[in-house]
């Protein structure tokens, strides 16, 4: 498929001429999808990525892994405002639940579900406290810390922060709330209902029968004359 189709909402059919799609001419019959009008190859490849399960596990390691990428640019992010401006800027996990939720759901190839919502959110909170955690060490000391330590401590840390910066702060928890849910509806499954084959109406104009009655009162064809023959 050469264009990409959004299936969390339906269209109106662009009509049954040309796949919405790889945009190719259809031949014989076509396929409806959520109101998308495909060629067979193109609902097959839909049918194979949403219908059935194959390649789940790669799908989903993929997805991690992108929701990974996408929290821990959001949490460098975050914890660069709290060390520059000792600011507790809590309207940047909105931002860090936007990446990771997008980062998911291209990963996921745009399938999204309840397994990926749960792993956008689990993603967001985890990079939120790993940044309010980090921050907390940057500022505590400026001196050396023991590498381990710092390991242990981001780890609790990301399980803990959040809860502990919401109960210190009623509003940034709030806000954190909303960055979780960001996550949470970007990454919301998509039902795709394919149906057809469709058989293309004929594209010939019809020829309108002609009334027998008309056709009995029409005068009967002249023959033209003979020229005259010469003795």
Same mark, same amino acid.
């Given at each position: 498929?050469?264009?990409?189709?959004?299936?969390?909402?339906?269209?109106?059919?662009?009509?049954?001429?040309?796949?919405?799609?790889?945009?190719?001419?259809?031949?014989?019959?076509?396929?409806?999808?959520?109101?998308?009008?495909?060629?067979?190859?193109?609902?097959?490849? !839909?049918?194979? @990525?949403?219908?059935?399960?194959? *390649?789940?596990? $790669? #799908?989903?390691?993929?997805?991690?892994?992108? %929701? =990974? &990428?996408?929290?821990?640019?959001?949490?460098?992010?975050?914890?660069?405002?709290?060390?520059?401006?000792?600011?507790?800027?809590?309207? !940047?996990?909105? @931002?860090?639940?936007?990446?990771? *939720?997008?980062? $998911? #759901?291209?990963?996921?190839?745009?399938?999204? %579900? =309840? &397994?990926?919502?749960?792993?956008?959110?689990?993603?967001?909170?985890?990079?939120?406290?790993?940044?309010?955690?980090?921050?907390?060490? !940057?500022?505590?000391?400026?001196?050396?810390?023991?590498?381990?330590? $710092?390991?242990?401590?981001?780890?609790?840390?990301?399980?803990?922060?959040?809860?502990?910066?919401?109960?210190?702060?009623?509003?940034?928890?709030?806000?954190?709330?909303?960055?979780?849910?960001?996550?949470?509806?970007?990454?919301?499954?998509?039902?795709?209902?394919?149906?057809?084959?469709?058989?293309?109406?004929?594209?010939?104009?019809?020829?309108?029968?002609?009334?027998?009655?008309?056709?009995?009162?029409?005068?009967?064809?002249?023959?033209?004359?003979?020229?005259?023959?010469?003795?």
């Amino acid at each position: 498929m050469d264009t990409e189709i959004q299936f969390d909402r339906v269209e109106r059919p662009i009509g049954a001429s040309a796949c919405t799609s790889c945009r190719g001419a259809l031949l014989g019959s076509y396929f409806q999808a959520n109101g998308q009008v495909l060629c067979e190859r193109c609902a097959e490849a !839909i049918r194979k @990525l949403f219908l059935s399960g194959e *390649g789940g596990f $790669v #799908r989903f390691l993929k997805a991690a892994v992108f %929701g =990974i &990428g996408g929290g821990l640019a959001g949490a460098a992010a975050y914890t660069a405002v709290l060390a520059l401006t000792h600011i507790n800027l809590a309207l !940047i996990t909105i @931002l860090i639940g936007y990446l990771v *939720g997008k980062m $998911v #759901r291209k990963g996921s190839g745009n399938r999204g %579900g =309840i &397994g990926y919502q749960i792993m956008a959110v689990a993603i967001t909170y985890l990079s939120i406290g790993l940044s309010i955690m980090a921050d907390a060490l !940057i500022t505590v000391s400026s001196q050396p810390h023991n590498p381990l330590a $710092v390991a242990i401590a981001c780890v609790i840390g990301s399980f803990s922060a959040p809860i502990t910066s919401a109960i210190e702060s009623p509003l940034g928890g709030l806000i954190t709330f909303f960055g979780l849910m960001q996550a949470w509806k970007m990454n919301k499954g998509v039902v795709v209902n394919i149906t057809g084959p469709h058989a293309l109406a004929s594209t010939t104009p019809s020829r309108d029968p002609v009334d027998p009655m008309i056709a009995q009162s029409l005068p009967a064809p002249v023959a033209p004359p003979l020229p005259p023959q010469s003795a």
